[in-house]
């Protein structure tokens, strides 16, 4: 089994920035698509951005386009999420998981194993 660990979340205020980690276990990490989603308090969790295990092509939410950005090294068994320009709807949890399929990759189900999660809060 795998075991992914965020961190780097915490409090920022609008148009402000941060960089979220993930950290797997393991040594099949670059073998495992990742992705990010996250999820607000009353709403379902939503997906973010994801990386295929080659690290070759990234996809995003049209609501993150252009403001954040995925990768992963290798060597470091970490995927990152750099988030610029935050605005206050991008407050919740986020979440990282990992998937062994290469499918579907921007819906939940699709992955095999997720992060505890951790808090972003952008204030205004």
């Known amino acids: 089994q795998v075991q992914l660990v965020e961190s780097g979340g915490g409090l920022v205020q609008a148009g402000g920035s941060l960089r979220l980690s993930c950290t797997t276990s393991?040594?099949?990490?670059?073998?495992?698509?990742m992705g990010w989603f996250r999820q607000a308090p009353g709403k379902e969790r939503e997906f973010v951005a994801a990386?295929?295990?080659?690290?070759?092509?990234?996809y995003y939410a049209d609501s993150v386009k252009g403001r954040f950005t995925i990768s992963r090294d290798y060597a470091m068994n970490t995927v990152y999420l750099q988030m610029n320009s935050l605005k206050p709807e991008d407050t919740a949890i986020y979440y990282c998981?990992?998937?062994?399929?290469?499918?579907?990759?921007?819906?939940?189900?699709?992955?095999?194993?997720w992060g505890q999660g951790t808090q972003v809060t952008v204030s205004s």
């Open positions: 990386i295929t295990w080659s690290g070759g092509i990234t």
């Open positions: 998981a990992a998937d062994s399929s290469g499918i579907t990759l921007t819906k939940p189900r699709a992955y095999d194993y």
């Open positions: 393991g040594r099949t990490f670059n073998r495992y698509s």
